[in-house]
């Protein structure tokens, strides 16, 4: 069976001005069959075309935080640090891979800079902006590897179809800042945290484009549903 070249985004240290990449992802990628690809930041448009056309789908992993500007806000006092440098990169790759049609999966910051390029917009700092009743750890007080939160998945969605009609929840690890407020046109909320944090969008014209807001390559191991997310997603680049 053909391996389908997954593009993946980088993290960026920019102390250091290094770009970076978590190895769990690569393995996830790996194992799920496909071959992982980095993408380069600080490249012309016409570069990132052609890069895009070198992959099958395109993986936007996690990392800092987006830059209030991109969705039309002042920076709040809690943002937390970004790299202009990858928040242009990743907004040109967006609509570009959308362009082509190609299979898209969001991870963490990944779900939030699909929002953010598509129209939607973030909470900056969700400890002090996000209200609601209960009080669930977003920023997990133990290992990535142990779950710390479940995520109510809705029926009918691209989510529910492939961890299984049957599955009404699933349980996350939780490693965020910030999260998204206002879900971007085109999108649709698939999971949500039992306090409401939106945890999963699909874009259901879309042939196949997923988000979530946990981190599924820390878990493919241990969980058979976050390793089904990355079958699912390599399935669709082949
Ligand atoms: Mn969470």
């Not at 945290?193 to 241990?222: C, N, R």
Request: with cysteine; charged share 20%; glycine share 8%.
């Amino acid at each position: 069976m053909k391996r389908p070249v997954i593009g993946i985004t980088a993290s960026h240290d920019t102390e250091h001005d290094k770009l970076f990449i978590n190895s769990v992802y690569l393995r996830a990628i790996r194992n799920a069959g496909g071959i992982p690809m980095i993408f380069p930041m600080e490249v012309t448009e016409d570069d990132l075309r052609d890069l895009v056309t070198l992959t099958d789908g395109v993986l936007f992993t996690g990392g800092d935080d987006i830059h209030p500007f991109l969705y039309g806000e002042e920076t709040d006092a809690k943002c937390g640090n970004v790299s202009q440098p990858r928040d242009s990169m990743e907004m040109a790759l967006v609509p570009l891979v959308m362009e082509f049609g190609k299979p898209i999966f969001g991870i963490c910051r990944g779900i939030q800079i699909l929002n953010t390029a598509m129209g939607g917009t973030l909470y900056q700092d969700i400890p002090s902006q996000f209200k609601s009743e209960l009080s669930i750890a977003h920023r997990q007080p133990f290992a990535y590897k142990v779950p710390s939160h479940t995520v109510d998945i809705t029926p009918g969605t691209l989510l529910s179809r492939i961890l299984g009609e049957e599955h009404a929840s699933i349980a996350v690890n939780s490693m965020h800042h910030q999260a998204i407020k206002d879900v971007a046109p085109g999108l649709e909320v698939c999971g949500y945290a039992p306090d409401k944090m939106i945890e999963a969008v699909y874009a259901p014209d879309y042939p196949f484009l997923l988000g979530v807001q946990w981190h599924p390559e820390h878990l493919t191991t241990s969980q058979q549903d976050a390793a089904k997310l990355f079958a699912a997603f390599v399935d669709a680049c082949r």
